[in-house]
């Protein structure tokens, strides 16, 4: 078995999705969305790098590319679940510390936010990681698709801990909102943790599986970048991203 590094990428991809069937194949650039995704967390240069699979084909279409896949079980009813139970098939001997969860519908991430979401980590106390950019479009301010994480960030606070999340506008008064990017980074033991919990009441009322983190007591930091990556959801964002791409053929 190829070895692992004490930081692990797990990209979680499966082909089942109702809004959008077969979205990791879809082609963005030339290549496959999950291969672009794959691409980009190479090239963060954080540890090694794996896909976690729920079909053949997108392991097949990875590992054509040069990369690194692992069948997982197709039924996970989460990438969180997928990427354990890869963490378990790659790492018995426990050598990995660190798991970033990256989705594979982010094919416009930049390489320097997958290094961004691992330095809150270097503090032991921080369970779980992630990410957040100020929303500067009136419209997200009040879009419940547009999950906001409630915490003390600022221009001259580049990390902090989160307090909450949620799709509602939050919180009130005067300052910025914050745009939750949904890229994780977990020390081991909160990873295991969090996969052995079940479903908590408001992670089912707001469907946010990070409110369970947070109802179990396990901390969550936030680092702030300068823009939230286009997820590919449905056909429109696939054509969105083929148009950023096109204006930016570099991988920072």
Request: hydrophobic share 45%.
């Amino acid at each position: 078995m190829e070895t692992v590094s004490r930081t692990i990428v797990l990209i979680p991809s499966r082909l089942a999705s109702t809004r959008f069937p077969r979205k990791p194949l879809a082609e963005v650039s030339g290549e496959a969305m999950i291969v672009q995704v794959w691409r980009r967390a190479v090239a963060s240069g954080v540890g090694t790098v794996v896909v976690a699979c729920g079909d053949e084909e997108i392991a097949q279409a990875v590992q054509a590319a040069g990369g690194r896949a692992v069948m997982t079980h197709p039924g996970h009813p989460s990438g969180s679940d997928r990427i354990y139970e890869a963490l378990e098939i790659l790492d018995p001997e426990r050598t990995v510390e660190r798991i970033v969860n990256l989705q594979g519908d982010l094919p416009t991430i930049e390489p320097v936010a997958i290094r961004k979401v691992l330095e809150p980590l270097s503090d032991r106390k921080v369970d779980i990681a992630t990410l957040a950019a100020e929303i500067t479009d009136p419209d997200e301010r009040n879009d419940p698709n547009v999950v906001k994480v409630v915490a003390a960030l600022g221009e001259d606070i580049d990390v902090a801990q989160a307090l909450y999340f949620t799709r509602a506008t939050a919180p009130a008064g005067d300052g910025p909102l914050w745009h939750h990017i949904g890229l994780y980074a977990y020390q081991r033991a909160a990873l295991e943790t969090f996969v052995a919990l079940p479903p908590s009441k408001l992670e089912q009322r707001e469907r946010l599986e990070q409110l369970r983190a947070l109802e179990a007591g396990l901390r969550i930091d936030v680092a702030r970048v300068e823009m939230a990556p286009l997820g590919v959801d449905t056909p429109a964002d696939l054509d969105r991203a083929r148009q950023l791409l096109k204006s930016d053929d570099t991988l920072r």
